[in-house]
């Protein structure tokens, strides 16, 4: 389960959220309003190769994982 990095499209509040899964919906601790996904922080490579900056968008690149 991964610990990700959210913040409140309505009150503007940044949290940490432990999740299942990337893709479960998310609500703001503060105000219960809809969270978005934040991309920021380190990204590291399983494979041993350099890490590359990270877009989040997993699709357009060869993965960091």
């Known amino acids: 389960m991964p610990l990700l990095q959210y913040r409140c499209k309505s009150c503007g ?8 899964s990337h893709g479960d919906a998310v609500l703001c601790p503060a105000c219960g309003g809809e969270a978005e996904r934040r991309w920021a ?24 994982h």
């Open 13 to 20: 509040k940044e949290f940490e959220e432990l999740v299942k």
């Open 41 to 64: 922080g380190c990204m590291y490579s399983s494979t041993g190769k350099p890490p590359k900056t990270c877009s989040g968008k997993c699709s357009e690149c060869s993965g960091c």
